[in-house]
């Protein structure tokens, strides 16, 4: 199934489009279209079957969403790890609104490693406080779970070495590095098999 979510400038709008929509029509069609207006840009999710009905809270809360940023949600079934790549201009609220569908899709997955990739944002413009913030709250996943954030870029690579050491109690696990190659090398992949389960394309 894939439900194509698109975003609309005003925050009531796309709430009522997507509930009213989705809880009525989720089950029926193989392909959902939301469209309440033609849009450069919309957020894909393929969510496995178990998984409609918590993206159907996670659709509610997504607003508006900033277009100079894309991202993607990706996972290996073989290797059970998971991959969120940002990729544009990462601001504070496009963050945020990415990281509440990613969160809503990892319920249920049964992972062992995951990477937040930074290579190809252009600029990193999420703030300390949020970082704080969000190294703070309990993670979705086992604390445990061995954690790669990808940050070839100073600043970013800054921002999220505050992250770490924030979160150093509740993600003990989790390291920054600059190369995919060299979160790979940690996690014990060589030959990724990644298949798309969210995507702002």
């Excluded at 607003?63 to 504070?92: C, H, I, P």
């Excluded at 921002?159 to 050491?165: A, D, I, K, P, Q």
Aim: aromatic share 6%; charged share 20%; glycine share 6%.
């Amino acid at each position: 199934m894939t439900l194509e979510l698109c975003v609309v400038p005003n925050g009531a709008s796309l709430r009522e489009s997507v509930l009213g929509n989705l809880f009525n029509l989720a089950h029926t069609y193989e392909r959902l279209i939301l469209t309440p207006e033609r849009r450069k840009r919309s957020v894909v999710l393929r969510p496995e079957p178990t998984q409609v009905l918590v993206l159907a809270g996670v659709a509610s809360s997504i607003l508006v969403y900033n277009q100079q940023m894309g991202f993607s949600f990706e996972v290996d079934d073989e290797q059970k790890t998971a991959r969120w790549s940002l990729t544009g201009e990462v601001t504070d609220a496009s963050f945020r609104e990415s990281l509440r569908i990613v969160n809503g899709i990892l319920v249920g997955l049964d992972l062992r490693g995951g990477i937040i990739d930074f290579t190809g944002a252009t600029s990193f413009g999420v703030s300390e406080d949020s970082l704080t913030q969000l190294a703070r709250t309990n993670p979705v996943l086992p604390r445990e779970m061995l954690r790669l954030i990808v940050a070839p870029e100073d600043h970013a690579f800054r921002m999220s070495r505050t992250f770490v050491e924030v979160s150093e109690v509740a993600r003990p696990n989790i390291f920054v590095v600059r190369s995919i190659d060299a979160a790979n090398h940690m996690l014990g992949i060589r030959s990724p098999q990644y298949r798309v389960l969210a995507s702002s394309d």
